[in-house]
């Protein structure tokens, strides 16, 4: 009963081993390919430049004549309620 726990043991920590091994390669693999990539689109980028298009920014500050319009609505309903 115990050699048998035990060659269940070893065989886990063998399977457990080669799993992990498996994964962290394929990681590897990634991580390179990745970065492998990375320098081809920058070297393409190069080639092949995009246009970027200039989008003007808004103004985040409201028109001076909005809040006072905003002020006079606020007024008059107060007025007649």
Same mark, same amino acid.
């Given at each position: 009963?115990?050699? *048998?726990?035990?060659?269940? %043991? /070893?065989? +886990?920590?063998? %399977?457990? +081993?080669?799993?992990? +091994?498996?994964?962290?390669?394929? %990681?590897?693999?990634?991580?390179f390919a990745m970065k492998?990539?990375?320098?081809?689109?920058?070297?393409?980028? *190069? %080639?092949?430049? =995009?246009?970027? =298009?200039?989008? =003007?920014?808004?103004?985040?500050?409201?028109?001076?004549? /909005?809040? /006072?319009a905003i002020a006079v609505a606020i007024?008059?309903?107060?007025?007649?309620?």
């Amino acid at each position: 009963m115990m050699e *048998q726990f035990i060659l269940h %043991l /070893e065989e +886990g920590s063998v %399977l457990l +081993g080669i799993g992990m +091994g498996v994964v962290f390669g394929f %990681l590897c693999i990634m991580v390179f390919a990745m970065k492998g990539m990375s320098i081809i689109v920058k070297w393409l980028n *190069q %080639l092949f430049p =995009e246009e970027v =298009e200039v989008v =003007e920014k808004k103004s985040a500050k409201k028109n001076v004549s /909005e809040d /006072e319009a905003i002020a006079v609505a606020i007024a008059v309903a107060r007025a007649q309620g």
